[in-house]
Structure formats: structure tokens, C-alpha cells
């Protein structure tokens, strides 16, 4: 092969020189084929036959005959090519096909500059429907098929001839230079100019090992290297080959900055270490270094250790070189000699102006100061509960503030000494003003990198994680907005008669339309926050940087989110205390009392709004809570009221002793037990992990079948228990069910009184307290105090135990309850008592369980006989209750 040899080849070219030169010249030389071809006689043009050699194991390939087959491609079969004496016919095309592409057959096809291909691409080619590839080459797959690839840091002459073939094997394309053409950037090495012009194109860079794995998966027909889920187990991480120290973090940044640099494929040392290639500084609390750093020591900001992070490679350290502050004598010096000039007056009076200048801007920042001073103005309750205001926005007077997100207009002079109403109104104007700037940061400094497209490294977070975490942000900035030049322009031309109310009540709609998705969202918002910052370093490296510019304020973006949540209602406080400056002969009094009543409107929209979504979201816990949960549970007039945590007392739902949830919805009762055995985690196509279901449905009861409540008095032997009289409709007799709560919240006096209150409005009686009875123990046989015995938990961990042997041995398999409603009705046409029939087959059902699974039971034996004991008073009570 003639590009082989050049590679190979002693002579001064570069062993990376362009693959693509070469293709393009076949190329262009088919092109002129063509062109020619079409003015010649198709006639006159010899007819020359393509056909497929299968070399030795190749041709006792069935898929692969099958799939020439299909592409309608001639095939003969050759364990030697001396075989073929006509293979230099210029009458046919031979195209060889061989398994292996490191023996001696292949080596002798190369050097007589034959079409060598592999199976795969013949399967390839039968799977697309496309005709054999013309390559100058050998191809053994398309693997690597339309990818430039390019190299660098490799000093080894054999490991790079070695990998640029396996790359041309594979159907990729070698590029000398880097350019934006090209693709994949395999690197030995994180230093030099191409790794440097990969980072800031975007282009992936990978490691050698990239290349040799993807050889070994070279029989997977559908496989592509490019695949981004393959590529990035191969990624060259930000901090190979880097030794970093940090200089002026605190313990725990340190120590997590030191797990990400391991994270990331780096190594951390000691600060001072002779070994050390970057030292990252806190730049905000070092201002000197302790030692001279080294030539080749990097000294940079902590910006470059969360840039690098974030973009997926490594920074260029030249942006970030952390450098020393200025010395204060320094500083004086060059100000007393700017003010020593003959024109220092002058310069004095400017830097005064200054001064007054920048303090008026701080009355528009919509950060507070660190250490807020005591304000000896008048604050409202408004400008106290709106955190984005600050005391020193209302000190100030003789001047309208102006906002930081829009120029405002020439300020026309006003009065020193204002109204009461104004000066209010202006620190509605101010916290509205600092409000805007927020949302504005908000979109500007987050979402919108988020969101932007071409991404270093690639997307930072999925779309719909972008979307649950900003949510209508953008609407409601733009609704603030407008309300905030509209204030500005009633400051500018301030009179008393001008209306605050209209202003608000112009806008109630929008913010009826815009704050329920948010503020009804906003703890989804954070849980989103917390997981992808745990989750994805990348995200926490976004975080850290944007977070530590000066608009945040030294704020996390999850802070910065709270302010839709608080701004409605410190918007409330201060339109009534513009209400109680507002004199009553004044129209905008009355505008003002409406404007309040529709904020009020809207939070009590957001507040029932937001009990809708919590109750939705409740609903949805206990479906995937509950495994087998009925179907028929969601409805949109149903919400949960109240979840209690029980042990069942009797036998009738469950066995006794096991753990019960009872679910208190508006209108019915789900009752669930405790799951055995748990199934494994359900994964949605989001990627979000939901618990296994932890609970098994037993039955889902309307409160209409419930008649009585019983409230069990509390005795030695009997703690926290309640039963239930219950009717189902299958059901000829009244059952009891007995539960003994195994919580202390919510006690049983006000859980029994909730309970009643919801079966009383099912059933449409208003005499709730009625529907409570209390009973002694021993009148409905309820006993708690065995409950936690060893000997309970023993007797039931057996009366499992005959379950399972009971059911391997039984032909039917029929559940005892549906075998004991059968019994029940069938005792019942003929005149017998249920209970007789119902004991009798439980006492036999028993006797034969204990003997099969040949455990002594003393519980198990009398259990007989106390059902029948138990059955008698249970009648007995149930008919004096009814």
C-alpha cells in the first residue's frame, strides 16, 4: 500500500501527514472518469464485472453469503490466492474479503495493492442497502466511518504508526494540522498548542485507549466509536498530568476542591511542593504569596479550577494568572500626589461628587450589606420583610434612584422635604427596581449559559432540568418590568393625585397567570438544584463561578430563586402603608383597597393552587408507594387527609401482628401492609431513581361501609387500639377490624374524631360524634399486650411458615378468604350458622397445616378455639352495636 509505506517510510515527511490528500485525489480522478466517460460511447467502454473474493475463513461465513446475496454481488470462495490466475483480469474487479487482518494472505494483498475489506463491511453495506465501498485502503470495518481525526503528544514513532492504522481500518481520516474540521483530538498529552485550539473549538478529546478498544468491539455491526455513552469513557480529564495545591480556602473547600481534583484525573499536594504544576489561590483573602513560586509553577485564580471543571478540559491558565495586589503605601503615595496639584481643589471637589455619587447608587443595590447599620429613618413592615430592600434605599432624599437594568430618565429636581406617601412610593419604586435587577441576574448570569447551545464539553444540564429549575422566571421578569417603568415615570412627574393602585391592578392578571408555576414549584426547583450539583460536577463548577461574581451579592442561585416567593407579599405591606399615608378625599385610596384585594386574590390563588399540586403530588406517592395500588384511587374531587402507621389486631385483612398503613382520603380508606420482599428500584426515562415499593394493597374501603367506630379504652393489656364495624357489600354480616396505632402523632382521640367527620359527610349526616362508640377490650376480644413478645413474633413467623407448606401442598391454591365466603354462603342456603362452618373448616384447615410443617405450635393448636370464643362475642357485640 503506497500510503502505508509513506508512513513507514525514513524520509522527511511527517508521519501525520494528511490521509484526505489522497482521497481527494482519487476523488478528483473519478470525477474526470465520469465526466469523460459521459462524452465517449457507453458502448465503446469495456464492461468490467465486480466480484467478491471470500478468503479461507471468510467464506464459511453464512450471514456473510447472505448478505451478498442480497447486495447482488457475484462471490467466490479461496483458501489460497495463487488459486486465482485470473485475479490481474482487467476484466473483473476483485474485491478480497479476509478475517484477519495480521497474516500473511492479508500482507501479500497489501503489497499487490488489492481492495481488502472485512466481514463487517460487507454486513454493514447488506444492512444500509448500500453498495460495497471503494477505498484505497484496507477496511476491515466502518467503525470510525466520516471521523477526522488528529494527534498530538505522542513521541513513540511505532505506538503512532500503530494507531494510525487501526484508525484507517476502521474508515477514519488523518489530519496533520487541527482545524475545525476535524473531529476526535487523541492526546498524549494535555500540554501544546493543538490541545490548546481543541479546547476553545469544542472539539472531543480523547485518549489512545479510545482507539484500541474501539478495534476490539470491530466485529459489532451497528457499533459507532463517535457514540457519546463509548467516547467519554475515554475523555481526557481537565487535570491529567496536573499537580495542584490551593492556597487560602477553609478546611472543607479545601478538602472538596481536593476530591474533585481527583474526580477529574489530577493529583493534590502540600502547598510549596518543588512537584506542584498549578497553585489554585482564593484571591479574595490572599493578597500576598508566602514563598516566590517557581517559573514553571502556574499561580492562578480559583476561577481556572471551576472553569476547567466546567468546560469538560483544561483552562488556559494565561486568563487566570492570580496576581498581587497593589502595596497600600503605594496607593497613598499616588493619591497625595494627585491631590497635591495646583488644581487640587478642583480634583477634591470631583472626588467628592464621586463619592456622593457612588453612595447614591448604593441605594439602588439589590443586595444587602453584609452588616446592615441600625437605620434611623421610618422603615415600613414592607421594606423589613422584603429582603431585596436595604435600609440605606429610604435614607436618602432629593433624588428619584435610578435602576441598574435600564437607564433612567433625566431627573427633574424635587422639594428636599417630600410627603409621607412619597417617600413610601419611592421605596416601592426602589424594592421594585433591586427586584428587576435580581430576575434579570437570574436569567442573564444562569439560564441563559444553560441554555445556550455549542456548549464546551456539552449540554450542562437536560432541558427539562433547566426548565424545573427557572421555570416562568422569564414571564415574571417581564411583568416586573413593565410595573417598574411605569412607577418610574409616576416618580418622575410625582403629584399627589397620582394613582399607585392602577399600576397594580394593570397588571393583576399577568401576575394571576405567571406566579402560581413557580411559587407552586419551588421546592421542586431546589431538590433539582441540590441533586444535579451533587451529581454533576460540571453543574457545581457552573455554580461556583457565577455564584462568586459580584451580582449575586456573595448568593447561591437557590437564594436568589427565593425572591418570586417573597415578593408578592412584601408588595401587600407596602400598598397598605401607601394606603394609611393616603388622605381620604384622595381617588387613589379607593384604587388602592381594590389593587390589595387582588394581590390578595392572587397569593390565595397561589396557596390553593399550590394545596392542588402538594395533594397531586401526595397522590402520586402513594400509587408508587403502594404495589397494586387500584387504579381508580386518583380522582380529581379526592384528596389525602391523614396517613397512620397500625398494627393489625385481627385476622380478617391480614395476620395479626403485621404492620398496616392506613391511608384517610376524603372519601374511602386505603389499607396497605407491609411488603416481604422488596422488587427493585424503578428508573423513569428522565433518569430520576424512584424508591421500590415498599407496601402491598390490601383493599381500598368507601367510608359508606363504614358503620361504627370503635375507641377501645385503654387498659394494661390493651394500648392504643381502635376497631372498625364495617359492612362490604359482598359480605351478609357486619366484620371487625382492630388496629393498634404504633405512633404518637396524630393521638387516637383526634384521629377517631377526623375519621368520623369524613364518614359522616360520605354518608350525609352531620351527627358525626355519633358514629364513636367506646367499648371495653374484653367485649370485642382486643388484646395489644403480646404484640411485641418473642413468643408472638415466633407464632406468627410459624403461622407463616404453614402458609407456604399449606399452599405448595394444595391442588386448588384457593386463598382461605375466597374458601371461607364460599363456605359462609353455602351454610347460609341451608340453614346453618356461618360461624359453625367458618370454624369447623379453619379448625381442620389448621390441624392439617401444623402437622405438615411438623413444628409443635401451642398458639397454633388453641387458635380454634379461641376463633370460636371470639366469634360468638363478635356476633354477639356487633348485634347490640347495630
Not at 439589590?366 to 441600625?374: A, G, L
Not at 353455602?826 to 401444623?850: D, Q, V
Amino acid at each position: 500500500m503506497a500510503d502505508n509505506s509513506m508512513l513507514v517510510s525514513e524520509t522527511g515527511r511527517s508521519l501525520l501527514s494528511d490521509s484526505s490528500v489522497l482521497d481527494s485525489k482519487i476523488v478528483e480522478s473519478s470525477k474526470e472518469n465520469v465526466s469523460l466517460g459521459s462524452v465517449l460511447d457507453v458502448e465503446e467502454m469495456p464492461q468490467i464485472e465486480t466480484r467478491v473474493v471470500l478468503v479461507q475463513e471468510a467464506g464459511k461465513q453464512e450471514e456473510l453469503l447472505k448478505a451478498l446475496e442480497e447486495i447482488k454481488v457475484p462471490y467466490i470462495k479461496t483458501d489460497t490466492i495463487e488459486e486465482l490466475e485470473d485475479s490481474d483480469s482487467p476484466e473483473f474487479e476483485s474485491i478480497f474479503v479476509v478475517s484477519e487482518f495480521q497474516d500473511s494472505i492479508f500482507n501479500n494483498l497489501c503489497k499487490a495493492d488489492c481492495r481488502v475489506i472485512g466481514p463487517p463491511v460487507v454486513l454493514h453495506c447488506a444492512q444500509k442497502g448500500e453498495p460495497l465501498p471503494f477505498s484505497c485502503r484496507p477496511l476491515y470495518c466502518a467503525s470510525m466511518l466520516n471521523l477526522v481525526l488528529c494527534f498530538t503528544g505522542f513521541r513513540k514513532k511505532d505506538e503512532l504508526v500503530k494507531l494510525v492504522t487501526l484508525v484507517h481500518h476502521m474508515g477514519g481520516i488523518i489530519r496533520r494540522d487541527l482545524s475545525s474540521k476535524v473531529t476526535h483530538l487523541v492526546a498524549n498529552s494535555t500540554h501544546g498548542d493543538k490541545f490548546r485550539i481543541a479546547v476553545s473549538l469544542g472539539t472531543p478529546i480523547v485518549k489512545a485507549e479510545w482507539i484500541y478498544k474501539a478495534w476490539e468491539r470491530r466485529n459489532e455491526i451497528d457499533f459507532c466509536a463517535a457514540d457519546d455513552d463509548f467516547r467519554n469513557q475515554f475523555k481526557v480529564p481537565p487535570f491529567q498530568d496536573c499537580m495542584l495545591s490551593f492556597l487560602g480556602f477553609s478546611d472543607d473547600e479545601k478538602a472538596n476542591m481536593e476530591e474533585m481534583t481527583k474526580m477529574q484525573g489530577g493529583h493534590y499536594l502540600p502547598v510549596g511542593d518543588e512537584r506542584c504544576t498549578h497553585l489554585v489561590v482564593e484571591e479574595s483573602t490572599v493578597k500576598d504569596l508566602p514563598f516566590e513560586p517557581l517559573k514553571s509553577l502556574y499561580v492562578v485564580k480559583q476561577e481556572w479550577f471551576w472553569g476547567s471543571i466546567q468546560m469538560d478540559a483544561r483552562a488556559g491558565e494565561s486568563m487566570y494568572l492570580f496576581e498581587k495586589s497593589e502595596s497600600p503605601g503605594l496607593k497613598k503615595s499616588v493619591s497625595l500626589l494627585s491631590l497635591n496639584t495646583p488644581n487640587s481643589n478642583r480634583k477634591r471637589r470631583r472626588l467628592k461628587e464621586t463619592l456622593a455619587q457612588l453612595t447614591r447608587e448604593t441605594d439602588v443595590s439589590p443586595f444587602p450589606p453584609r452588616k446592615r447599620p441600625s437605620a434611623e429613618h421610618s422603615l415600613s413592615i414592607g421594606s423589613l420583610l422584603d429582603i431585596s430592600n436595604t435600609p440605606e434605599s429610604s435614607a436618602t432624599s432629593g433624588e428619584t434612584p435610578k435602576s441598574s437594568a435600564r437607564p433612567s430618565k433625566n431627573a427633574t429636581p424635587l422639594a428636599l422635604k417630600q410627603s409621607a406617601r412619597w417617600q413610601v412610593a419611592k421605596e416601592l419604586y426602589q424594592t421594585e427596581s433591586n427586584y428587576v435587577d435580581i430576575l434579570t441576574t437570574i436569567i442573564q448570569l444562569f439560564q441563559v449559559p444553560l441554555e445556550k447551545e455549542g456548549q464546551l464539553g456539552g449540554p450542562i444540564l437536560a432541558q427539562e432540568e433547566i426548565k424545573t429549575i427557572f421555570g416562568s422566571i422569564p414571564d415574571i421578569l417581564d411583568v416586573h418590568t413593565k410595573i417598574k417603568e411605569d412607577l418610574e415615570d409616576l416618580m418622575m412627574n410625582w403629584t399627589e393625585s397620582k394613582s399607585i393602585g392602577d399600576i397594580v391592578l394593570k397588571y393583576s392578571k399577568d401576575l394571576l397567570k405567571t406566579y402560581p408555576p413557580f411559587v407552586n414549584f419551588f421546592e421542586m426547583s431546589k431538590e433539582t438544584i441540590t441533586r444535579c450539583e451533587k451529581q454533576k460536577p460540571r453543574f457545581h463548577a457552573f455554580l461556583k463561578i457565577n455564584q462568586a461574581k459580584p451580582e449575586c451579592g456573595r448568593q447561591s442561585l437557590a437564594e436568589l430563586l427565593i425572591r418570586p416567593v417573597q415578593r408578592l407579599p412584601s408588595v401587600a405591606l407596602l400598598l397598605n402603608d401607601i394606603k394609611k399615608h393616603t388622605a381620604e378625599d384622595n381617588p387613589d385610596k379607593i384604587t388602592l383597597e381594590r389593587a390589595i384585594e387582588s394581590l390578595k386574590e392572587v397569593m390565595t390563588h397561589i396557596n390553593e393552587d399550590k394545596r392542588k399540586t402538594e395533594a397531586q403530588r401526595q397522590f402520586f406517592d402513594v400509587v408508587y408507594e403502594v404495589d397494586g395500588c387500584p387504579a381508580n384511587l386518583l380522582s380529581s374531587h379526592r384528596s389525602l387527609v391523614q396517613r397512620l402507621e397500625t398494627v393489625a389486631l385481627g385476622d380478617d385483612l391480614c395476620d395479626r401482628g403485621e404492620q398496616v398503613t392506613l391511608f384517610l382520603f376524603n372519601d374511602c380508606l386505603e389499607i396497605a401492609r407491609k411488603r416481604h420482599k422488596v422488587i427493585g428500584a424503578f428508573k423513569s426515562p428522565h433518569g430520576h431513581t424512584r424508591p421500590p415499593a415498599s407496601l402491598k394493597h390490601v383493599v381500598l374501603m368507601p367510608l359508606s361501609q363504614i358503620k361504627k367506630v370503635l375507641d377501645i379504652r385503654e387498659t394494661e393489656d390493651c394500648r392504643k387500639a381502635f376497631a372498625l364495624v364495617v359492612r362490604p357489600p359482598t359480605e351478609p354480616n357486619n366484620k371487625l377490624l382492630s388496629f393498634q396505632m404504633t405512633t404518637e402523632e396524630p393521638p387516637k382521640e383526634d384521629w377517631l374524631k377526623m375519621l368520623c367527620r369524613h364518614v359522616a359527610n360520605t354518608i350525609c349526616k352531620a351527627d358525626a360524634e355519633n358514629l364513636i362508640y367506646t367499648v371495653d377490650p374484653d367485649s370485642v376480644e382486643v388484646n395489644t399486650k403480646d404484640m411485641d413478645s418473642t413468643l408472638s413474633r415466633a407464632s406468627r413467623a410459624i403461622k407463616k411458615t404453614s402458609k407456604k407448606v399449606t399452599r405448595a401442598f394444595s391442588f386448588s391454591k384457593t386463598p382461605k378468604r375466597a374458601l371461607r365466603r364460599a363456605l359462609m354462603s353455602h351454610s347460609a342456603t341451608e340453614g346453618r350458622s356461618p360461624s359453625s362452618a367458618n370454624e369447623s373448616y379453619i379448625g381442620s384447615r389448621l390441624t392439617s397445616t401444623s402437622s405438615l410443617a411438623g413444628i409443635p405450635s401451642p398458639s397454633l393448636v388453641s387458635l380454634p378455639s379461641i376463633f370460636e370464643k371470639r366469634s360468638h362475642t363478635l356476633s354477639r357485640s356487633t348485634t347490640h352495636l347495630i
